[in-house]
Structures are given as C-alpha cells and as structure tokens.
C-alpha cells in the first residue's frame, strides 16, 4: 500500500493578524486505497475516516461501505490541494474535518448526505470555483438554497458562501446571523443585502470581497465581527446601523477605497487595527461618546490626505485638537433623523410594510411582507347545471369577502330505454324496440335477436316472423360479415356456383379474397347451405384474423363430448371459439356438424361484435 506522510504548516499572514494550520499525518500504513476518477482515496478501516486522496483525484463519490466498514467522517485535509472538481458524500458520513477540501482550486459542486452533523472549519477554504453545496433534504442540521448557500437548519445562520458565486445576494429574512467566513474571499459577490434579522456579523464574514462596494449594516445589528470586511479593497461606502456596539478587529482593515465613515451613537468599543491600512480614510464622524480603542486601530488610515476624528461638541471622552494621538474636530449634524416606525400590514393582494417618518418630513419604507393570498371557504353552488345549461358556484375569502365565481359544466344527457333519466328529452339514437311473434320476451335469445335486427346484422323473414330455430344460409352469413365491413369493393368472384348479380355474390367475392371462405371444393361455395357451426367458428375466426385480432387464445375441447368430432380444418377456430367463449355449446354439447340456428348465429354475432371486434 502507498504511504505517504503529509505535513503541513499553512499561514495565513492577514495584514494584521496571523493564522496557521499545524502538521497533519495524512495517513497510516493499515490505510485502504479506494480508486476514484483520476486515482485513489484513502479510508481508514479503525476510524471509518477518509484520510487523504491522491494531489490528481478529480471526482470522488464515496461509498457509504469500503470493504465492509462504513465510512463515517471526512478527515482533516483530507483533500487538501487535490484536483478535484466534484464530490458526493454519503448518508453514512456523520462529521467533515476541519480544513477537508482546503485549496481544492477546480472543486466546483459537492453533496452533503442526509446524516452530515458537523462540519469543521475552513472545510471550503481557498475553493475558488466551488459554485453549489447541496444538501440532502432530510438533513436535520444543515440545508442549502437555490444558490448553493449553506445555512443551519432553519435558516438562521448563513454558514457558507461558496466561492464561485458571482453577483448579487440576498440574505433570507430568516437569518439572525452571518457566520464566521460564511463569506470568505467570494471575490465576484458584487452587492450583498442584509436583513433586519441578523444581528451578528461574524469574524472573517465578509474578508476578501473584492467586488463589493457598498455595504449597509442594518439597524438590527449590534456586533460586527473580527475581520468582518478584511480586505475588501474596492469597499467605498459603509453604513454602520444604530445598534452596533462593538466594531471587531481588522474588522475593515485594508479597506482602501473607503473616504469617510459615520459611526453611530452606539458603538462602544472600536478592536485593534479596525480601520488599519484604510489609506483613503480621511474623516470619521462620531455621534457618541469616545468609544474604547484597541491598538493601532487607524494606523495608516488616511495615508493619502491625513485622517480627521468629528466628534460632537458635548459628548463625553472627547479632547481637541488631538484624542489618543489623532486629529479632532468638531462637528455639528445638519439633521439627525429620529424616524417614527407605521406598519402597514398585509392585505390579500397588496404587499405589507414598514414607513419610516421623521418630524422634518423625511420618511422611507422598508421590511416588506409578501401579500397573504385570498383565503377562500368552500365553493357553494348557487345554479345547479342541467343537461342543457351551465351550473355556478360561488366561494368568498374568509378575509376580504372577495367572492370567486365559477361555471360548472352542463350535465350529459343518461339515456335509459329512450329518454334522459334527468330531463326526459328523447334519446335521438333510440331505436324502435325489435318484437317477432315467435320470438318470446323471456326467451334466452332476445337480446341477441334484437342486437342483430338493431344494428342491420340480420333481419326478419317476413310477416312478423324471425325464425330464431330456422337455419341460417353460409352466403347470409358472408353477407352479415361484408356489410358489417361497410360492403368493401369485392375482388374477383372465383365461385362456379355463385352466379353474377345475387345478393350475395359481392360479398361471397370478398370473402374468398380475403381468405375469410374457401368453398366446399370444386370451385364452388355453396351459398344456399345451411352453415354448421365449425363452418360458422371458421369464418369468423379467419374474419378477426384479416382484421389483425389476437386469435392466440384456446380452449379444452375435451370438455365436451363430441370435442373429438369437430373437423381437423375447424378445430383450431372451435378453440379459439370456445375460449373466448363466442361459443358455449348447447346443452353441454359443441354439435360442430350441427345446423346453426338464426337465433344462435345473431347470440354468436353478437358476443363476437361486441367482446372480440370492438374489445
């Protein structure tokens, strides 16, 4: 196994502090390699800790398992300076050392699994590209936004920025405090807005911002961290809100840009070298008392035109023309405002908000709140729908009793034995009830028998007669099958004993061209035959064939007794008869050689139409 001891010794050398990293042993000789992309990782099997990777590793998704142990911790440095671009750390990691990913210079995106609980200092220091944290959703301590910001939980505490954001950042209103370097060295953050929230401003927040310009410190505020702006060269314009009382140390040192400053009466206590290196400072207005100084807190300050403290005559501490070794003057407002708070609150539709109005006139609105939304009650229907007419509802906002109207849908019109059960209009597709003298209501074929005359199968015999036991023809059968085809173009009639112009010929012709009959041999058909039932099942299974149905299905013969007399060339179309059950037999029996009745052809018409063709 590779071995390899690491150590470091990183110095951070601010201008006016000093912060170091001592020696880490990246790891031991019982330490696993675990390939990734570009290389390996090292695990240790007695810690479950990740503790190294190789300098060319660029992608690791770790495992929740490495030979058998579970992973449970990201060490100290662990990737330090590596190549890594993107990483994905498993549900079973429970802490991120300190300093993990520091200097991983091309570490763009990286995913914190659901179990994540601690993650230690500087862990994504100095990762300049790094543009997303993602967080499992179910992490109970830590979450992201859309940005990639990684706050607590509940959003009370930006923790990290990552360093690849450029532009403009809102702080969620949620937030009631801007974490120790959450911000570090995010070089391309250009504005930043801080809510009435956050009342803590950690050490190093916002050091290194070298895009922002402006800054507002709001109201809310009442510390402003060590390091807080450090080097944040091209800062011009601070405003420090009413309730800051302490100013940290290095807090805006190497602010080189910043020209003037106005410290309200609040502060207290101003931390060494705040206001260091500020070599453009040249006026500091202080509404209060003289606050407490650390060492050196304006040295170099106002290196280009000389540094000025304003103090206002009457406050207490105050010496002129010098105070602690810097020059003083006097200073008289022009207008202090003294602001007196309004809220608007929130309507439905219109945003809620805060105006600020001082005695001379002066006045201004922030702290908006998004509009409530109507909070409607149920709908009521006040105009029923018919099967002809739209219905309305009606719902009112529990709040602002706007009311909401909404159309219902006219009904559809339920047609039962010819009229609508609901209006009682007339059902214009009813068809007139199908009645022969020898065909009894409560016989087992009614329906079949009015089916067939319905829907143009099958017709009477005349005088009022169906002949449900007579015998149906093998031509009347083609003929019931081609008009239920819409009567298609026939092909050529190859039948000797079907002459020309009969009723039946152009059906019998197309039949025969699409394979759906054969003839009897000879080249004839014999079209006044009577149809058996096996003929009957074998039209009708070479009919649902040409139409491309699924003919696959076959039933048991052997369950009927004469299952062994049905015919070699029909025993495959009784089967498939028989199991999609178009034939059920006849008191037990399948009689394939048998005569089919007309009343069992409109019964077998009709299951086949309407079970297997329109299925």
């Known amino acids: 196994m590779k071995k390899r001891i690491l150590s470091l010794l990183l110095v951070f050398v601010l201008l006016c502090g000093t912060w170091s990293i001592a020696s880490v042993s990246a790891y031991s000789e019982t330490d696993i390699a675990y390939p990734v992309e570009g290389g390996n990782i090292y695990f240790d099997k007695e810690t479950g800790t990740i503790t190294d990777c190789d300098n060319a590793v660029t992608r690791a998704d770790i495992p929740a398992e490495i030979d058998g142990v579970a ?121 930043v807005t801080i809510p009435n929230s956050v009342t803590d401003i950690g050490g190093g927040a916002f050091a290194g911002c070298k895009g922002l310009t402006t800054i507002t410190i709001p109201d809310s505020v009442i510390s402003v961290g060590a390091d807080a702006f450090y080097a944040c060269n091209y800062l011009s314009s601070v405003t420090i809100g009413k309730s800051v009382s302490n100013i940290g140390a290095h807090a805006f040192c190497g602010c080189w840009k910043l020209t003037d400053l106005l410290l309200p009466e609040s502060v207290k206590s101003i931390g060494n070298r705040a206001f260091m290196s500020c070599s453009s400072l040249h006026a500091i207005y202080f509404m209060g008392n003289a606050p407490e100084l650390g060492e050196d807190v304006f040295d170099s300050a106002g290196a280009e035109e000389g540094l000025t403290l304003y103090f206002i005559e009457g406050k207490e501490g105050w010496t002129s023309p010098i105070w602690n070794g810097y020059p003083t003057a006097t200073w008289v407002p022009a207008h202090v405002h003294s602001y007196a708070d309004t809220v608007t609150a929130p309507t439905c539709t219109e945003k809620g908000y ?63 034995n010819g009229a609508c059960v609901r209006c009682g209009e007339k059902d214009p597709n009813a068809q007139e009830p199908v009645t022969f003298t020898d065909v009894p209501k409560d016989e087992w074929y009614v329906g079949a028998v009015e089916y067939a005359v319905q829907n143009g199968l099958m017709n009477g015999v005349g005088d009022d007669k169906f002949a449900p036991e007579g015998s149906m023809t093998r031509a009347t059968l083609v ?73 696959g299905k076959r039933g048991d013969l052997s369950a009927f007794p004469d299952g062994g007399k049905v015919a070699s060339w029909a025993k495959n179309a009784i089967q498939w008869a028989v199991a999609e059950k178009i034939i059920n037999g006849s008191d037990g029996k399948l009689l394939p050689q048998g005569d089919a009745t007309r009343a069992q052809v409109a019964t077998i018409l009709m299951r086949f139409i309407e079970n297997i063709v329109k299925k």
């Not at 909070?375 to 002809?388: E, R």
């Not at 009708?540 to 040409?546: D, M, N, P, V, W």
């Open 71 to 191: 992973v449970t911790s990201i060490g100290a440095y662990a990737f330090y300076g590596s190549a890594i671009t993107g990483i994905e750390i498993p549900d079973s990691v429970i802490t991120i050392g300190e300093c993990a990913f520091i200097s991983c210079g091309a570490l763009k995106h990286i995913t914190i699994g659901k179990n994540v609980a601690s993650i230690g200092e500087g862990a994504f220091f100095e990762c300049w590209k790094l543009e997303e944290i993602i967080v499992d959703e179910s992490n109970n301590i830590y979450s992201n936004d859309a940005n990639g910001v990684l706050f607590d939980k509940e959003k009370t505490e930006v923790l990290r920025m990552p360093c690849g954001f450029s532009g403009e950042y809102e702080i969620p209103k949620s937030v009631k405090s801007v974490g120790k370097d959450s911000f570090y060295y995010c070089k391309n953050l250009t504005n």
């Open 354 to 416: 805060t105006t600020h109005t001082c005695e001379c006139g002066e006045s201004y609105v922030d702290t908006y709140v998004d509009a409530l939304g109507h909070d409607f009650g149920l709908w009521t229907q006040t105009k029923a729908p018919t099967c002809t007419e739209k219905g309305e509802e009606k719902r009112t906002c529990l709040r602002c009793e706007t009311l909401e109207t909404r159309e219902l849908a006219a009904l559809e019109h339920s047609y039962e």
């Open 479 to 551: 003929t019931v099958l081609w008009r239920y085809e819409g009567a298609p173009e026939t092909g050529k009639n190859p039948f000797t004993d079907v002459p020309n112009g009969q009723w039946y010929t152009d059906a019998v012709a197309w039949a025969a061209a699409n394979g759906i009959v054969g003839g009897v041999g000879n080249n004839k058909f014999d079209p006044e035959g009577k149809i058996t039932r096996e003929q009957m099942a074998t039209i009708l299974y070479r009919y649902a064939e040409k139409k491309g149905i699924d003919t």
